[in-house]
T-cell receptor, first 116, second 118 residues
């Protein structure tokens, strides 16, 4: 079984400041890793994903994340945030399977609050 | 990315009635669809997984007779909340994934349905 821990339930930050949203996972097998963003009353949009290869993954909207296998972490970063980045961010994992992706296990989410 | 359309986005119904939520993959064939429930300020809880043409697999604790899932075609899955009660009020989200042979290694999410039972 897999589990995902997002250490911060809420992260307040000023506009144009850098931000890091933390994610740690636990799994007995290798996993794929994802970050999703959810705006109020909307579904989830994929920001980025790590499948294999380079541990630094770049996604949409200027976000990037780094996979650290030894620390079982997949922290999300952005060097300069905008007001429009205010949203809920979910980290998720999926175990590697020959049949492709399996079901996703989500963290509890981190609310990013960007203020002027 | 691929588009998954979920309808309706909001629905209010009376206690005891049934509500159907549709999830459509608009530009790909969804071999597998997932239904999630999200409580306020919480993460997504997987309710069930359905493969086209097969019965849905429900997660532990989810009542299959209350949450009826039909995945009759490769582009449509429906979730029917039967005899809805106020405690069923929640945000329901579907996601869809294409088959592996057609490059389906990613699940795409619908925009969600806010169900309020009064």
């Amino acid at each position: 079984a897999q589990s995902v821990t997002q250490l911060d339930s809420q992260v307040p930050v000023f506009e144009e400041a850098p931000v890091e949203l933390r994610c740690n996972y636990s799994s007995s097998v290798s996993v794929y890793l994802f970050w999703y963003v959810q705006y109020p009353n909307q579904g989830l949009q994929l920001l980025l994903k790590y499948l294999s290869g380079s541990t630094l993954v770049k996604g949409i909207n200027g976000f990037e994340a780094e996979f650290n296998k030894s620390q079982t972490s997949f922290h999300l970063r952005k060097p300069s945030v905008h007001i429009s980045d205010t949203a809920e961010y979910f980290c998720a994992v999926s175990p590697l399977m020959n049949s492709g992706y399996s079901t996703l296990t989500f963290g509890k989410g981190t609310m990013l609050l960007v203020s002027p | 990315g691929a588009v998954v359309s979920q309808h309706p986005s909001r629905v209010i119904c009376k206690s005891g009635t049934s509500v159907k939520i549709e999830c459509r993959s608009l530009d790909f064939q969804a071999t597998t669809m997932f239904w999630y429930r999200q409580f306020p300020k919480q993460s997504l809880m997987l309710m069930a997984t359905s493969n086209e043409g097969s019965k849905a697999t429900y997660e532990q604790g989810v009542e299959k007779d209350k949450f009826l899932i039909n995945h009759a075609s490769l582009t449509l899955s429906t979730l029917t909340v039967t005899s809805a009660h106020p405690e069923d009020s929640s945000f329901y989200i579907c996601s869809a994934r294409a088959g592996l042979r057609t490059g389906g290694t990613e699940a795409f999410f619908g925009q969600g349905t806010r169900l309020t039972v009064v």
